[in-house]
């Protein structure tokens, strides 16, 4: 059994530990709670936006033009990695890491041999994992989950959509952890560019009858197109910023509950222990009495 100082040392340390993990939840669940009503307002207005463009191009001809829409052959494809600056989240980082590289190994294959696979990391715990696995990065926007404005991700989005337009990248997808609740987030890989305009049947019947366009249908798409990316990609860092708090206020409330439970498992062995000592000492205090009679 260890000694009671270093049973008092372990109860201090771990009291410290709880300190800190509590305070850490206490801060996540504070981000949380703001990021959560901020995605709360902003998904049914991308929903609706994204409906509205899919309305409008079900006008169109089916053989639109866009710079955007445009199919090609995925020769150059480039991965928009999504995780989070720092630890203390659970599975969080590591577990979007390993879908990620199982993605590309699995769909791009060929690509990978030819050195046409290249990553965008955003956040710091992703930018470690691609280097150690020797992959391209090309960009690292670290920064902006410190400071989350649509004004810094409408930059981000500007820059994949000119990578995109000047034919440096043939596909663009982004990979994330999508916010469900609090304790829940899921996986997700989205194709950012080339922008899939399909509709169903029943929508493109309304449509034509919803609407009226001014100037022409193809200007309004022309305008819209980059306004929903920019929109999208808004949402997308949002969505995985709330659910890093979610996984980091579980995290820590469970850090925090096992702390707890050390503390008492050890103030019982430390009780236990000075028990001992204090029986002991009557044992000898009592012993040496009987040996001066």
């Not at 901020?38 to 409008?56: H, M």
């Not at 577990?95 to 041999?113: F, G, L, P, R, V």
């Amino acid at each position: 059994m260890a000694s009671l100082k270093e049973l008092k040392n372990r109860i201090s340390s771990i009291s410290t530990t709880k300190q800190i993990t509590s305070a850490m939840k206490m801060i996540s669940a504070a981000k949380l709670k703001r990021g959560q009503d901020k995605i709360v307002q902003i998904r049914p207005y991308s929903n609706k936006f994204t409906e509205i463009l899919q309305e409008v191009s079900s006008n169109l001809d089916k053989n639109i033009s866009s710079i955007y829409t445009e199919t090609r052959n995925p020769e150059k494809v480039l991965i928009v990695l999504l995780a989070s600056n720092r630890g203390l989240c659970g599975a969080f980082n590591n577990n979007i890491c390993k879908i990620a590289i199982k993605h590309i190994e699995d769909n791009y294959s060929t690509q990978i041999q030819n050195n046409n696979v290249k990553f965008f990391c955003i956040g710091k715990k992703a930018d470690d994992f691609i280097k150690k696995l020797k992959y391209e990065i090309i960009k690292n926007g670290d920064e902006i989950l410190d400071d989350l404005t649509f004004e810094k991700t409408t930059e981000y989005a500007e820059f994949l959509m000119k990578n995109f337009v000047n034919g440096t990248y043939d596909k663009i997808e982004i990979i994330y952890n999508s916010f469900v609740n609090a304790t829940v987030y899921n996986q997700t890989i989205e194709q950012f560019l080339p922008v899939s305009l399909s509709n169903n049947d029943n929508t493109e019947k309304n449509a034509k009858s919803d609407y009226i366009f001014e100037p022409s249908v193809e200007k309004i798409i022309e305008e819209m197109v980059p306004k929903s990316l920019k929109i999208q990609l808004h949402k997308i860092i949002l969505d995985s910023f709330v659910a890093e708090q979610g996984a980091r206020t579980t995290a820590m409330h469970q850090a925090t509950d096992n702390a707890t439970e050390l503390i008492k498992e050890s103030t019982l062995m430390y009780n236990k222990a000075r028990q001992a000592a204090i029986t002991n000492e009557l044992i000898e205090i009592t012993s040496g009495a009987e040996c001066l009679k």
